[in-house]
């Protein structure tokens, strides 16, 4: 009868021990996945070069702004800095890389 509690408590020793002697995997670490406060100016700089001449990069002043950035759920709109569309496939791996 005394043995279920005593059952318990170990397997949450041991439990506890294993959890801390654990890694994280790097999925769930905080960390950020693209870099902060990039300004256009320095986006159209930094990548610009990388990709096809027909990408653009544009931010909240370009005319092409609010048709590229309409949302169809409003429910949960993202803050949307700028704007980078690829001319080439061949472009996005760039793209990914950089940001």
């Known amino acids: 009868m005394h043995s279920f509690p005593f059952l318990v408590a170990s397997g949450l020793v041991l439990l506890q021990a294993f959890v801390a002697g654990s890694a994280i995997p790097h999925y769930f670490q905080d960390s950020q996945f693209t870099r902060r406060d990039l300004s256009v100016t320095k986006v ?56």
Do not use: C, Y
Not at 54 to 73: L, Q
Not at 74 to 86: S, Y
């Open 44 to 99: 159209q700089m930094e990548l610009g070069p990388l990709l096809s001449r027909k990408s653009a990069i544009f931010g909240p002043s370009d005319p092409r702004w609010a048709n590229e950035t309409v949302r169809f759920n409003a429910a949960a709109i993202p803050d949307i800095k700028l704007v980078v569309q690829p001319a080439k496939e061949a472009d996005i791996p760039a793209i990914v890389s950089a940001l």
